[in-house]
């Protein structure tokens, strides 16, 4: 089993910046990749980012350039960098995590508010 919870979120001006950050407790080994989604209000969850094990990321083309995924395996955590933060970003982003045998696991979400 494991367990991802997420931080970081808030209220932030156009422009600004915000780390988010998701812990990941549990069967640690077992994750694949780790990766960060969004929902926005009367949307579809959407992909935002995604590292693998082994360090490797991959972006969906909209955020490629000011968004940045990191992890730090000392603890646990994964991180999102997001900057030159738009209106259009605000949503509740969540954390996934993709572990062997096909499981797959979810955070609780953080919201995400861009408004002057």
């Known amino acids: 089993q494991v367990q991802l919870v997420e931080s970081g979120g808030g209220l932030v001006q156009p422009g600004g910046s915000l780390r988010l950050s998701c812990a990941a407790s549990?069967?640690?080994?077992?994750?694949?990749?780790m990766g960060w989604y969004r929902q926005a209000p009367g949307k579809q969850r959407e992909l935002v980012a995604a590292?693998?094990?082994?360090?490797?990321?991959n972006y969906a083309d909209s955020f490629k350039g000011r968004f940045t995924i990191s992890r730090d395996n000392a603890k646990n955590t994964v991180y999102l960098q997001m900057n030159s933060l738009k209106p259009e970003d605000t949503a509740v982003y969540y954390c996934?995590?993709?572990?062997?045998?096909?499981?797959?696991?979810w955070g609780q979400g953080t919201q995400v508010t861009v408004s002057s």
């Open positions: 549990g069967s640690i080994v077992s994750i694949k990749s």
């Open positions: 590292i693998t094990s082994g360090g490797s990321t």
């Open positions: 996934n995590a993709d572990a062997v045998w096909r499981r797959e696991y």
